[in-house]
């Protein structure tokens, strides 16, 4: 599994934008890029996912570079309950279903100021 | 939301009992996982399956036992519980789209 590497922790505004990185250096040319979070006392839930081109949905975007060796994921509007630890995850996936079998790492812990 | 339901949600056990967690969807997705959940570790996988009967290990598997004998249960045993296995664990349905849903977590103590 490829390996990860995210800050420990950020901090936004609220209603400002948030960038949030991840590196992924030994990722494989058939793993995608998925992005979870985690709210408070909460399971996972998925952000959002990609393989070589930006990703866009009503959560956020995801922009891949060029290499695919770093992702990062924007909020374009942080509000208080984006607030929450951000994972990202790259995982073989296959378009005709084979599983994804997340590994999740630390993450980033997200702090929204009011 | 999706429908996946883990029971019990809240369960206190003492060492050496056999305990068994449940995980329940409706949504007929082939794969299914159980990770646990650690202060300073984050989420691991313990075993996931991808289909009934199929199922293989993930990093932290030992002292956990699975089985999945139809499509919309999959069971976590732990054969003799020790205080280490006190965790959040939680269950996560997937059709192999790339977008999985997780369950609510249960959360174990083992006195």
């Known amino acids: 599994d490829a390996k990860t590497t995210q800050p420990n922790s950020m901090e936004s505004n609220e209603e400002e934008p948030v960038h949030l990185p991840c590196n992924h250096s030994?990722?494989?040319?058939?793993?995608?890029i998925h992005w979870y979070r985690q709210l408070p006392s909460q399971g996972p839930e998925y952000v959002i996912h990609g393989l070589t081109s930006n990703v866009n949905n009503r959560m956020a975007s995801l922009a891949i570079a060029e290499d695919r060796k770093s992702s990062t994921l924007i909020l374009h509007r942080a509000t208080l309950r984006d607030a929450a630890v951000y994972y990202c995850?790259?995982?073989?996936?296959?378009?005709?279903?084979?599983?994804?079998?997340?590994?999740f790492g630390k993450g980033i812990t997200l702090s929204v100021r009011p | 939301d999706a429908g996946i339901t883990q029971s019990p949600r809240h369960k206190v056990t003492e060492t050496g009992t056999p305990v068994t967690l449940r995980c329940h969807q409706t949504?007929?997705?082939?794969?299914m996982y159980w990770y646990r959940q650690d202060p300073g570790h984050g989420l691991r996988l313990i075993h996931y399956?991808?289909?009934?009967?199929?199922?293989d290990k993930g990093e932290v598997s030992d002292g956990y036992s699975v089985s999945r004998s139809k499509t919309e249960d999959f069971l976590l045993t732990l054969e003799s519980a020790t205080s280490s296995q006190t965790s959040v664990y939680f269950c996560a349905i997937e059709e192999g789209g790339g977008e999985a849903f997780f369950g609510q977590g249960t959360r174990l103590t083992v006195v």
């Open positions: 949504e007929n997705h082939r794969y």
């Open positions: 995850i790259p995982s073989y996936h296959l378009l005709t279903g084979a599983n994804s079998k997340l590994t």
């Open positions: 030994t990722i494989s040319g058939t793993d995608y």
């Open positions: 399956s991808y289909g009934v009967k199929d199922t």
